[in-house]
């Protein structure tokens, strides 16, 4: 199990933007791939986006898709999801995943939490007027 923290999260209101962070201790995050994942109260954790090993290529869901960036840090070994134009439907718990498999971010399988073997606590969003 790697050391996963995410952080960024708030309350913001519609419209708005945020980043999320995921930062890790005692690994290099460029050698993973990385998801965002959230889950709402009541619904199933969803994947969000998802950037490969070496930033190689990258993927988002079609509900954050066009308003979302997903970007590495490599300096601070972070990797870093910014959400503009926020809805109230954004509104979950967010987490921060690793993955050693080059496939994790594909189409089919950035969205299946099983392909991601470490995670983080997560940072709460929270998108209300």
């Known amino acids: 199990q790697l050391n996963i923290v995410e952080s960024g999260g708030g309350l913001v209101h519609p419209g708005g933007s945020l980043t999320l962070s995921c930062a890790a201790s005692?690994?290099?995050?460029?050698?993973?791939?990385i998801g965002w994942f959230r889950q709402a109260p009541g619904k199933e954790r969803e994947g969000v986006s998802c950037?490969?090993?070496?930033?190689?290529?990258?993927n988002y869901a079609d509900s954050v898709k066009g308003r979302s960036t997903i970007s590495r840090d490599n300096a601070k070994n972070m990797v870093n999801l910014q959400i503009n134009n926020l809805k109230p439907e954004d509104t979950a718990v967010y987490f921060c995943?690793?993955?050693?498999?080059?496939?994790?971010?594909?189409?089919?399988?950035?969205?299946?939490?099983?392909?991601?073997?470490?995670w983080g606590q997560g940072t709460q969003v929270t998108v209300s007027s």
């Open positions: 995943a690793a993955s050693t498999a080059r496939y994790a971010c594909g189409d089919i399988y950035f969205h299946r939490t099983d392909i991601f073997t470490s």
């Open positions: 005692g690994f290099t995050l460029d050698s993973y791939a």
């Open positions: 950037i490969s090993i070496s930033s190689i290529y990258v």
